[in-house]
């Protein structure tokens, strides 16, 4: 290689890290205890790997030093082709990092399950007693986000905002096509899918905006679904519920349905009255007066199954009784 192609080089690969240095490393530096623990697991898995592809990147270096044509004093053994030391180690390596991988990946998909209630605020710091988590019911929409807080009894589009240090419980489902929802200070995504309910439990340790965002593809307004979070303190939190609460609209099925048409770069929007059990029309498919909700159909369905079987089951028992009075 010329100076002149080396030296490009070297000022393209330090014009790049400097560009990634000015990249926002949220993912691994998160202000939420469940996305820092997710973040710790990246990096043991990464130590983990690099115990065989450090080595392995030493020797290749190694060898094709050692052994290169102008050295004359390199061993040269044309007829080797075992050694029981080389194959342990060729194979211990590998097996021990799995063992460990795998023992990692088991305790962690148990302690990050998203339907798992958190015991701890963050490392040090367990819940304390009497907390109840704040619930947020969650619905992606095309293109934008509605957000529930059934406990106060107001709604917002693209904002949601939170306590610092109180746990959050998440209920998400979507109105039509799937999506994803990611806040990544937070913790990590959780699809929404129409007519099912999805769970994440997460907290918030510090106090912030933060950007969320639906990380599945959905169709053409996809890229303006995003929202801000806010980290508050609890009374800075409690002055956003009443400024909702002031400053807005009412959710009713009717407008409900005009905000479900498809629209793009929504800005926010504050509901301070939402209709009666709106979110649970909205995850059974019954918003629209008059249509049957899926709940109610998989009950009804239920019933008519059972229906059938006590028939079958009254057959069966005259039937056993007439072979054993014949048998008789």
Known sequence: MSISKA??????????MALLSACDTVVMSPSGDIA???AQLIVWATILMLIVVIPVIVLTLLFAWRYRASNKD?????????????????????????????????????????????????????VPEGVEPLIVEVVAMDWK??????????AAVNQLAAPVDRPI?????????????YIPALAGQIYAMGGMETQLHAVIN?????DGFSANYSGAGF?????????MPEIEFDEWVNKVKTDGDVLSRSV????????EYNPVQYYREVAPELYDTILNRCVEPGTLCMKDMMKHHGSHKSDAAAPNSANSTAKTHDEGHHAH
Request: net charge negative; glycine share 6%.
């Open 256 to 263: 409900y349905t005009e905000l479900a048409e498809p629209s």
């Open 169 to 181: 419980k998440f209920k998400i489902t979507a109105t039509t096509m799937m999506n994803s929802f």
């Open 7 to 16: 030296l490009r080089t070297i000022f393209v690969s330090t014009i790049g």
């Open 223 to 231: 890229n303006g679904m995003r929202f801000k979070f806010l980290g």
């Open 36 to 38: 820092a623990q997710q």
């Open 74 to 126: 390199a061993t040269y053994s044309p007829d080797w082709d075992h050694s029981t030391n080389l194959e342990l180690v060729i194979w211990a390596a590998p097996l021990a990092i799995i063992i460990a991988l795998g023992a990692l990946t088991w305790v962690s998909t148990h302690q990050l399950d998203p339907y798992r209630p958190l015991d701890r605020i963050d490392e040090g710091r367990p």
């Open 206 to 210: 510090e106090a912030g905006s933060y």
């Open 145 to 154: 986000w509605l957000f529930f807080y059934p406990e106060y009894g107001i």
